[in-house]
């Protein structure tokens, strides 16, 4: 059981694996009474509500790794709700990611990210998230990641990221906008930077488009989600 623990909630710092812990032995609770009280029917809301960890998938990565369309497909084979960080931040400040960043700084949206980031990873009930290119990097936002999610990094190779931005995507991204011709060079310094972060990751995904059949095998086989078809 203790190593089970510690597999689950690897990644975390000592304050949250102790959060993610808990998480894991309420769940636990949870399903057995479900499974003493509940043997007839699939209807057992009331103790499978609220165990987060094994309900809810993140998705990390660079700008143009393909979290959100990757997200969606996720989402709708597990018949599940898709959240995009970067669209609940916009809902949440009322103005657009790049307006946030030239009225108020990137220190401000990050303290915002963070803020919204905790509130999506506490909801019930399961989901897909889409998180930001940034946003494990900031405010130990990896650890309330892995500490509440199972956490998905697509490692998309730099030359397909650049591709990518420079059919449009740079433009939408405050950090990038402004990169022009040394839009490679932009995104190599920001990968070394943010790949200690990303690797912490539950799992890692080196393909530029894999199939949702081959990603399914691979997440079952990493633990993740429990009792979801596969």
């Known amino acids: ?22 998480k894991l032995l309420r769940c636990a609770l949870h399903h057995a009474l479900g499974a003493l009280f509940c043997p007839l029917t699939a209807h057992c809301q009331l103790f499978t509500d609220n165990c987060s960890l094994e309900m809810h998938l993140s998705l990390l990565g660079m700008p143009g790794s393909g979290k959100s369309t990757l997200g969606r497909a996720l989402a709708q084979h597990f018949n599940w709700q898709f959240l995009d960080l970067d669209a609940e931040i916009v ?3 009322g103005q657009a990611i790049p307006a946030i960043f030239a009225a108020h700084g990137e220190a401000h949206f990050r303290q915002l990210e963070a803020e919204v980031l905790r509130d999506v990873v506490a909801r019930p009930g399961p989901l897909v998230l889409a998180t930001g290119g940034g946003t494990p990097c900031f405010h130990d936002n990896i ?17 397909v990221l650049a591709r990518r931005m420079e059919r449009g995507g740079a433009a939408r991204r ?9 839009l490679s060079t932009a995104l190599a310094e920001t990968l070394a930077a943010r ?18 059949a081959a990603l399914l095998p691979a997440l079952a086989h990493a633990g993740f989600p429990a009792g979801a078809p596969v």
């Open 1 to 22: 059981m203790q190593s089970a623990v510690k597999h689950l909630c690897r990644g975390s710092n000592s304050v949250d694996w102790v959060s993610c812990a808990g």
């Open 91 to 93: 809902a949440r400040a």
């Open 143 to 159: 650890n309330a990641l892995n500490a509440s999610t199972f956490t998905l990094w697509l490692d998309v190779p730099l030359a």
């Open 174 to 182: 405050p950090l990038l906008a402004g990169a022009g011709p040394q």
């Open 195 to 212: 790949q200690q972060f990303y690797s912490q990751a539950r799992l890692r995904l080196a393909e530029t488009r894999a199939p949702l």
